[in-house]
T-cell receptor, first 116, second 116 residues
Framework: AQKITQTQPGMFVQEKEAVTLDCTYDTSDPSYGLFWYKQPSSGEMIFLIY??????QNATEGRYSLNFQKARKSANLVISASQLGDSAMYFC?????????????FGTGTRLTIIP | GAGVSQSPRYKVAKRGQDVALRCDPI?????LFWYQQALGQGPEFLTYFQNEAQLDKSGLPSDRFFAERPEGSVSTLKIQRTQQEDSAVYLCASSLASEGGVYGYTFGSGTRLTVV
């Protein structure tokens, strides 16, 4: 089974609208962390937001928020008031276990295009 | 430097050639990672260093792949006898030990390797 599933290969959103990018995960480890990264055409991966499995509240970072539904094993990224500069690939990733296992498992990504 | 620096930015190799890809992490970052990103896919973990110790090399696809970080700073990923399936972007990331697990890892822009 895929550890990280992103079912939306591509999305087109009107500028200034909110957008939700889906991510579901699969792990039997009670301790894990979930990440979202943005990859513009220049290639670098830019860290956006992190959610720990024991965090009680959904993570927020500026216009980014993570809709964490633990029972459903989903960690959707919500971008509010989208901007043209948000056009990029977005990857969901997971780190399993406690700090010590540092490697990330990534999904296949969603290409987001913001339409002016 | 301010970010993770990778060189070369692009590399074209003839099949069977050896290549060496360099990563300069952020100064003081203890942890260093290598990921391989095939076209249209998410990054896949290759190997992980903490200082000069290679703690996890479970993602290296074959014994043609070798990574080192002899002084705990700069790292080199070497691929011997390159094959066409090695064509990918190779991403390097670094973090301050376990803080990477919460605050994310800083990625470089990658080296795009094309084997012809």
């Amino acid at each position: 089974a895929q550890k990280i599933t992103q079912t939306q290969p591509g999305m087109f959103v009107q500028e200034k609208e909110a957008v939700t990018l889906d991510c579901t995960y699969d792990t039997s480890d009670p301790s894990y962390g979930l990440f979202w990264y943005k990859q513009p055409s220049s290639g670098e991966m830019i860290f956006l937001i992190y959610q720990g499995s024991y965090d009680q509240q959904n993570a927020t970072e500026g216009r980014y928020s993570l809709n964490f539904q633990k029972a459903r094993k989903s960690a959707n990224l919500v971008i509010s008031a989208s901007q043209l500069g948000d056009s990029a690939m977005y990857f969901c990733a997971m780190r399993e276990g406690n700090f010590g296992n540092e490697k990330l498992t990534f999904g296949t990504g969603t290409r987001l295009t913001i339409i002016p | 430097g301010a970010g993770v620096s990778q060189s070369p930015r692009y590399k074209v190799a003839k099949r069977g050639q050896d290549v060496a890809l360099r990563c300069d992490p952020i100064s003081g970052h203890v942890s260093l990672f290598w990921y391989q990103q095939a076209l249209g896919q998410g990054p896949e973990f290759l190997t992980y260093f903490q200082n000069e110790a290679q703690l996890d090399k479970s993602g290296l696809p074959s014994d043609r792949f070798f990574a080192e970080r002899p002084e705990g700073s700069v790292s080199t990923l070497k691929i011997q006898r390159t094959q066409q399936e090695d064509s990918a972007v190779y991403l390097c990331a670094s973090s301050l030990a376990s803080e990477g697990g919460v605050y994310g890892y800083t990625f470089g822009s990658g080296t795009r390797l094309t084997v012809v």
